[in-house]
Structure formats: structure tokens, C-alpha cells
């Protein structure tokens, strides 16, 4: 199916349950933003100073999900089953590893670590009681972010979506339940997501049993130089893209700092807006991925070629249609999550200037997607890095000097901008070296 259907059928097939998996995803962090804004404004806040900890922990699950999940589908399109079985078991225990250590840390550095990640005096109280109970759930959640790869990397999304999905709406359900209904305030947020996570967890697990993927066995961990080598090349471009978000969001909060709660609740809300209107892009971005590895791994060069373009010029369009949608209705998006006139004049402003550029995220994604999945390591990487960390925070620290808070709205569109330039020069370049293998296959 992989190497012989029609490119635009297959990346369809594909797509569609990674784009309603990654929706309901954004879907769901958008209710808790909504759910804990009828708390007030600082607790808003603290959900958007929290996030780079979950970042973090997607970052890690991406790093051991993607770095695994990419060398999985060429090892399968070039008919290596031992090794993708190496490869399945060492990167889903590395996952977990990597949570254990988030939870630990995170607990004992509570109290500063929320200070670090932006918190005023106001905020402070809600963040520690968000992310303390976040952090409970951390090994779960780079876990299932493993599993939902290796799964969309062997081609069967449908199962990675059940297990998002299920998470996802169990989460907007406990979310009033558990904040208003019991009186949980933000803890009942957090909890909520992290029993949401561990539901996911166990639906993913049992997702990769039945659906005839790789099975994940102890005894197939391997700790080579090979097998650690093939995630980290794979992974790379995916922490530091995840990485740097958390980051990047990290020196938002700072930089909104002085400007009070308000302004580091109405970026919060236009992150998680600018999310969900991003999640189809990736959802169908993670449809190409596999159709990209198991084609390049199969030295069907041409294929990998039209599978790209086809995405760049169907995305193209999309996001196009998206960002006038949400130029036009800005100040009522925002509205929607928290009804302070402060807040909505702030984030209508930073949602305008994000939408003036938002249709360059297609061709910023596929590349970086292309690059990552063919194993592109420090191209894909460098890309990575470009939009939320080359360009992003320097932009973040910088601008704000010379146009105030107006800096802080406008910082993500100037990085777009700088970003699809670099990208532009990455492209040709690994176009030229995927036509020198092809040339040199043919002789």
C-alpha cells in the first residue's frame, strides 16, 4: 500500500484520523483554557505559564516517538523487521525514563521552577497547584506520545486516534466536573488531564497488540551505538522544535511579565487558538510522514517528491482560508476564553499579526517533516530550530525594547517571516542531494 497507491489517495487515508486526532487534541487544551478562564484571570495565566512544562514532556516523547518511529518505517519499507522491533522497544522505554525524570525533578524544584517559568506573585498559587499534579502524570504522557508515533509510522493512525480521541473528550468532560461540580478549582484541571492521559496510555498500548504493529518487548531494547544513534537522528529535529516551544513560551511569559496578568493570560489564549488552527496542518503533515518513510526507504524517490508537493500546495489553501477566518473574528476568539477588556484587546492584536503569516507554516512544516522523516538529521534540525528559537526568542527580547508590548504581539510573525527564508535555502539544498542518490541508485 505504502510504495504502489496513489499518493494523494494514500496521504488522504492516512491523514484524516491524524488531523481528527491532533484537532480534538488542541480541542481539549483549548477547554481547559476555556474552563479554568471562568475562574479568572490569573488562573488563565497560570495554564499558559505551565505549558512549556508540558512542552517539555512532548519534546521527550516526540525525541524517543519520532527518532524510533521515523527508522521504523524505513526499516519496514526496506524489509528489516529485527531491527524496527530494536528499535520500537528502546524508544518506548526511553520514553518512560524520560517521564520519571520530569516528575521527580519537577517536584523538587516546585516553587522555583514555577518562578522561572513566569509566574508573578498573583499567579504563583494556581501555577504550583496546576503543575504539581501535571507532573504526577509525566511518565504517562511521553509514553502514550511514543506509542501514538510508532503507531502513525507503521501506518495505522486509525488506532493512534482512538486513544487521543478517548483522552481528549474524557478530559473536556471531567474538566466542569471536576473544577465546578466538586469544586477543585485549577487541581481539578490538572487532574483531569492527567487521568485523561493515563486513559490514552492504556488505549495506545493495547492499540499497538491489536493492530499488528511492532511489538514492544523488554527484551528488544537495545543500548547500542546504532540503535541510540538512529533515535537521536531521528529525534533530534523533534526536541528541538518541542524544546525550544517550551522555551520560546517560557520567555513569552517574561516578556509579558511587566505588562501584567492580562497580558501573559491573552498571549496564553492566542498560543492554544494559534494551536488549534495548526493541528489540522500537523495531523495531515503526520499522514505524509509515513507515506515519505517507507517510500524513501524503498529508494522510490519520485514518490517521496509528489507526496511533498501534493502537501504544500493542498496545505497552502487551507491555512490560507484559516487565516482570513481568524483575522476577521480575532476579538471574538479571544472572548470566547476569558471576558476581561484587557485581555481581548491585547490578544486580538497578537492573533491579527499571527494570521498575516500563518499560511507560510505549510511549507515551514513539510519541510522540517520531509527532512526529519528521511533522515535528514541536521538540516531537520537546524529547521527545527529556526521558528521558535533562532528566530522567535531573539525576537521576543529584542523587539519589546523598541515597540513595547506591540513587541510581544508581533514577535511570532517576524520569526515566520525569517524562518520560510532559511527553509526556502534547506530545500534546495536537500533537493539536490536526494537527486544525486537517485542518480546514483540508477547506475
Known sequence: MMTEDPVPKLIGHLAVPTIISMMITSFYNMADTFFV?????????????????????????????????????????????????ELAATGFFGGLLFGIL???????FLTPLAKILGSTDTI????????????LGAPFMTSQFVLNNQLRFQGNAFYAMIGVTVGALLNIVLDPILIFTFNMGISGAALATVFSQ???????????????????????????????????????????????????????????????????AAMSIVGRIAMFAGSALIGFGQ??????????????????????SFCVKVSAVLLFIIAVIGFAMSDSLIGIFRDDPEVIRIGTLALRFQCLTFTLNGWIVFNNMMMQTIGKT???????????????IPAILILPHFCGILGIQSAQAAADILTVIITTILYRIVMKEIKAEELSESK
Open 37 to 85: 478562564g471562568r475562574i479568572g484571570t490569573s488562573a488563565t495565566a497560570a495554564v499558559g505559564v505551565a505549558f512549556p512544562i508540558m512542552a517539555i514532556m512532548q519534546a521527550l516523547g516526540f525525541f524517543c516517538g519520532h527518532g524510533s518511529g521515523n527508522s521504523i518505517s524505513r526499516k519496514l519499507g526496506a524489509q528489516k523487521a529485527d531491527e524496527a522491533k
Open 102 to 108: 520530569v516528575t521527580v525533578l519537577g517536584l523538587l
Open 124 to 135: 504563583l498559587p494556581f501555577t504550583k497547584d496546576y503543575l504539581g499534579i501535571i507532573l
Open 198 to 264: 493515563l486513559v490514552s496510555f492504556a488505549i495506545l498500548l493495547i492499540g499497538i497488540r491489536i493492530s499488528g504493529c511492532i511489538p514492544i518487548r523488554v527484551r528488544n531494547i537495545r543500548l547500542s551505538k546504532e540503535r541510540l544513534g538512529e533515535i537521536t537522528g531521528g529525534g533530534l529535529p523533534s526536541l528541538f522544535r518541542q524544546g525550544l516551544a517550551s522555551i520560546a513560551t517560557m520567555t513569552l511569559n517574561l516578556g509579558a511579565n511587566p505588562y501584567g496578568d492580562a497580558a501573559i
Open 287 to 308: 499522514g505524509f510522514q509515513p507515506v515519505c518513510g517507507f517510500n524513501y526507504g524503498a529508494k522510490k524517490y519520485a514518490r517521496v517528491r509528489e507526496a511533498f
Open 378 to 392: 541536521f538540516y531537520a534540525s537546524v529547521l527545527a530550530s529556526a521558528r521558535q528559537g533562532l528566530f522567535f
